[in-house]
């Protein structure tokens, strides 16, 4: 069955760097699209970035433009996701999920990130 | 990329339906019929349970059941049971490859 592993996560002064890992197993990993999600405490969720089946295609939301960096390796089936500039309201638990069709179709147990001085 | 709309809580007694609206835009909810649902227990990841407006993935209960009017997509809960007790999620695709979550909503099982 479909496996997702988050790490990477932990504290974190702000304008600091941290990188996310999803381990992923259970299915053709270079056949499906990767989403990070992640959640602020006590919020609802909020999508943060797309890559696509090859990697050719990324997207990110707004807030993280240009700060985090979305990646995958397909030889070791990880998923990446690299966050520069880390500002206190990116303190959230980050889920990777990976992609069915147009929906998010299994969801990993997260990796929380607290960003604090 | 505003997050969608949803009402923060919903409560029914067992037995009973409730529904939770999600409303968008016409760049988000209303231009795309890929609108999924998620359920979240507490200290739980999300799990699909609604995908392209109103499709099941199998083993959901079809007491949960989706549609969408113009920018607001739904979800309604028939038979409602102690354990749909969780936090509910819509997300819409946005275009350009993009998302967008909704606010959430907590049901509540009287």
């Known amino acids: 069955q479909v496996q997702l592993v988050e790490s990477g996560g932990g504290v974190v002064q702000p304008g600091k760097s941290l990188r996310l890992s999803c381990a992923a197993s259970g299915f053709t990993f270079n056949s499906f699209g990767m989403h990070w999600v992640r959640q602020a405490p006590g919020k609802g969720l909020e999508w943060v970035a797309l890559i696509s089946y090859d990697g050719s295609k990324k997207n990110y939301v707004d807030s993280v433009k240009g700060r985090f960096t979305i990646s995958r390796d397909s030889s070791k089936n990880n998923l990446f996701l690299q966050m520069d500039s880390l500002r206190p309201e990116d303190t959230a638990v980050y889920y990777c999920?990976?992609?069915?069709?147009?929906?998010?179709?299994?969801w990993g147990q997260g990796t929380l990130v607290i960003v604090s001085s | 990329q505003s997050a969608l709309t949803q009402p923060r809580s919903v409560s029914g007694s067992p037995g009973q339906s409730v529904t939770i609206s999600c409303t968008g835009t016409?760049?988000?909810?209303?231009?795309?019929?890929?609108v999924s649902w998620y359920q979240q227990h507490p200290d739980e990841a999300p799990k699909l349970i609604i995908y392209?407006?109103?499709k099941r993935p199998s083993g959901v209960p079809d007491r949960f059941s989706g549609s969408k009017s113009g920018n607001t997509a739904s979800l309604t809960i028939s038979g409602l049971q102690a354990g749909d007790e969780a936090d509910y999620h819509c997300?819409?695709?946005?275009?350009?490859?993009?998302?967008?979550f909704g606010t959430g909503t907590e049901v509540t099982v009287l």
């Open positions: 016409s760049s988000d909810v209303g231009g795309y019929n890929f």
């Open positions: 999920a990976k992609e069915r069709a147009t929906e998010l179709g299994d």
């Open positions: 392209d407006v109103s």
């Open positions: 997300c819409s695709y946005a275009g350009s490859y993009t998302y967008v």
